[in-house]
């Protein structure tokens, strides 16, 4: 083989490992509207100065039971497709599925929104991923990486706002979320959320570990945020506020939306310790030890039990 080709094959192998790669999203959107109210859903891309892209066409699929397409199906005022000469088409006619392809006479240029879909809220509760199938612009140059994201709508005429600090806490809720997939829970806090864990079930989206469990609201949990946020827990109130306990340590939530004295909720009850699950506030009442005072909603805490017994909460 002569020079002049090894050099030819060299520099169609570089030119085939150098080729561009574009990053293309959906994003997590969360929403509290009533049925029949129409979103959009920006599809967002990476910079495309330079690329020459002239066509796209990507596959999306969803819940139907969650959002529907609707009519015009997408809107490109103000996003790249936009552009003069672009023409955008939709079909819809695959359950499940929306299909968008669009080309133009002038190459796209710079990042942003590519495009806006437009969808029908379907249910009061519900998720659903917003997952790309396939995403091509031109005939696959450059190359598109994909992130999927998630659509959520829930009612939240009934909600509690817990505030956790930077770093490790506790948590509990006195509602029953009214989508209890832990996932779904902490989707408004996900960039800040490190981990959150009780006795049977954790989830951190950081370290790619996935809840085996939904929420469970009797329980208390550890939670660890990389700086102040507000966490908004949307759902109905829990009737049955009596929670089992064990002889030995528990993690329990406040079934409740108000404050109680905990010598009072803990009377007759054959307790050694009550102590914040983060924190070095205690009621050791053996020991005549008591620098903790109140079961406070939002928080968690451990109850160390010399034997069993059923933690009551007023109405």
């Known amino acids: 083989m002569n020079m002049q080709l090894k050099n030819l094959i060299f520099i169609i192998f570089l030119a085939t490992q150098l080729q561009a790669q574009v990053l293309v999203t959906a994003p997590d959107l969360s929403y509290s509207d009533t049925v029949g109210t129409t979103i959009e859903i920006p599809i967002l891309t990476e910079d495309l100065n330079g690329l020459n ?6 596959v999306i699929e969803f819940d139907e039971n969650v959002i529907l397409p609707e009519n015009p199906y997408f809107i490109k005022s ?14 819809t006619i695959v359950q499940n599925q929306i299909t968008v392809g669009a080309f133009g006479a002038y190459p796209l ?15 009061l509760n519900g998720s659903t991923p917003i997952l ?6 031109n005939a696959g140059n450059p190359d598109v990486t994909t992130a999927n994201g998630s659509v959520t709508n829930q009612d939240c005429s009934n909600s509690q706002l817990i505030l956790l600090p930077s770093g490790w806490s506790g948590i509990s809720s006195y509602l029953i979320p009214s989508i209890p997939a832990m996932e779904t829970i902490f989707l408004p806090v996900e960039n800040t959320l490190q981990m959150v864990y009780n006795f049977t079930n954790s989830y951190s989206p950081v370290f790619g570990i996935q809840p085996t469990m939904e929420w469970d609201s009797h329980s208390g949990y550890f939670i660890k945020v990389t700086e102040p946020v507000q966490l908004i827990v949307c759902g109905s109130e829990i009737i049955n506020r009596e929670i089992p306990l064990i002889a030995g340590w528990n993690l ?9 004295f905990i010598d009072e909720i803990m009377l007759g009850l054959d307790v050694e310790i009550v102590k914040e699950a983060v924190g070095y506030e205690i009621y050791w009442p053996a020991m005549e030890i ?3 005072y109140f079961f406070e909603p939002g928080k968690a805490y451990l109850i160390k039990m010399n034997s069993e017994g059923t933690l009551v909460f007023p109405d």
Do not use: K, P
């Open 132 to 137: 790309f199938s396939s995403f091509f612009y």
């Open 109 to 123: 240029s710079g990042d942003g929104e590519l495009i806006r879909l437009v969808f029908n809220i379907e249910t």
């Open 252 to 260: 329990v939530s406040v079934v409740s939306n108000n404050v109680h």
């Open 290 to 292: 008591q620098t903790l």
């Open 78 to 91: 103000g996003t790249l497709s936009g552009a003069a000469g672009w023409t955008v088409m939709v079909n």
């Open 53 to 58: 892209v002239i066509a796209y066409q990507f």
